[in-house]
């Protein structure tokens, strides 16, 4: 089967661990590299994150660790909502991994080489914040004619999540953003007026933990600390946010996504890493990216759950 080469770049958190479980089972994809960013935490602990990911489902992907800043401020972690390693769990946690480690090269540099060595153009999938797209394309815009498309997961057509005005992964690098906006790649964006309509609930925790092996556990586990972000004691349905745009990878059939002219606030004090988005093209201005603005939601949901408990299952 000719399948799609897609390289994930990450700041691997519980959500950003979801999708990867779920891109590197889908049989129409190659996950072809993995990059890993300053984000949800720092870059030592999303690296980390993300190679027990790799290392505890199989996944043969090459790994290979980013930057550790963004671009023009200092790191702007959440560990404070998502726990110290940005991995947090209410009882058993991912096992530090043993045998995996990260590739020699720069993450960023990785990219670079990937995009120029491939044989068929690359999709990127980015749920984290795009300091390391933005640098390889400042690197190298060559790349730019090699990347089919970036689907990312980041900003809002409404209101944001980190800051009233700003969603987390443009906020936590806004340059970045408007680095990639301005580069002219394809872009499909995943802000949170789409994945707050694909909500993770504790039904959901149960389907995963019926699995019944350690990892399985483990896994539902730190969805349990997901699910109580919010709410801290009772659990409470949660936006499947770096998830959406995998289930958009293997099912587009199952969003809606506009034309619009997307611009990133980096000036604002109050409104700095807001992600504005005109949707009267070309008459206001022109399209710059496609913009999702609906899911079936439910059906997200099940296939992300679906995956991971196939893969919990193939790796018992
Ligand atoms: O705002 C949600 C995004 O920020 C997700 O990608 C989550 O993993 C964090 O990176
Ligand atoms: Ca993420």
Redesign the pocket.
């Known amino acids: 089967m000719n399948t799609t080469p897609v390289w994930m770049d990450c700041?691997t958190?519980f959500?950003?661990l979801m999708a990867l479980v779920a891109i590197a089972n889908e049989p129409a994809i190659t996950l072809v590299g993995v990059s890993t960013v300053v984000?949800?935490t720092s870059l030592a602990n999303t690296t980390r994150n993300t190679l027990a990911t790799v290392e505890l489902f199989g996944i043969t992907a090459p790994v290979y660790a980013g930057c550790a800043s963004p671009m023009a401020q200092p790191p702007q972690t959440i560990e404070s909502l998502l726990g110290a390693d940005g991995l947090g769990t209410i009882d058993r946690r991912l096992p530090d991994p043993v045998r995996r480690t990260v590739g020699p090269r720069h993450g960023v540099q990785a990219l670079i080489d990937c995009c120029r060595l491939t044989q068929r153009p690359i999709t990127i999938m980015a749920?984290?914040p795009l300091t390391n797209l933005a640098h390889a394309l400042a690197l190298a815009p060559d790349i730019a004619t090699t990347i089919e498309r970036v689907v990312v997961?980041g900003g809002s057509a409404d209101s944001g999540?980190h800051t009233a005005a700003a969603?987390?992964?443009v906020y936590a690098d806004p340059e970045a953003w408007r680095q990639v906006l301005r580069s002219g790649v394809p872009m499909e964006i995943f802000g949170?007026n789409l994945t707050r309509q694909v909500l993770i609930t504790p039904a959901d925790e149960d389907a995963i933990r019926a699995v019944g092996t350690p990892l399985a556990h483990t896994i539902a586990d730190h969805l349990a600390f997901y699910l109580r972000i919010r709410t801290k004691d009772e659990p409470s349905p949660m936006p499947l946010?770096?998830p959406s745009v995998a289930a958009y990878l293997a099912h587009p059939e199952w969003f809606e996504l506009k034309d619009a002219h997307v611009e990133v606030e980096v000036a604002g004090t109050v409104t700095r890493g807001a992600t504005v988005c005109e949707f009267r093209v070309p008459r206001k201005a022109a399209p710059n990216a496609h913009v999702a603005v609906s899911a079936q939601g439910r059906a997200v949901v099940d296939h992300i759950v679906g995956r991971m408990v196939q893969a919990l299952i193939a790796v018992a």
Do not use: A, S
Request: no cysteine; aromatic share 6%; charged share 30%.
């Open positions: 700041d958190g959500d950003d984000g949800n749920t984290g997961m999540n969603e987390f992964n949170l946010h770096d």
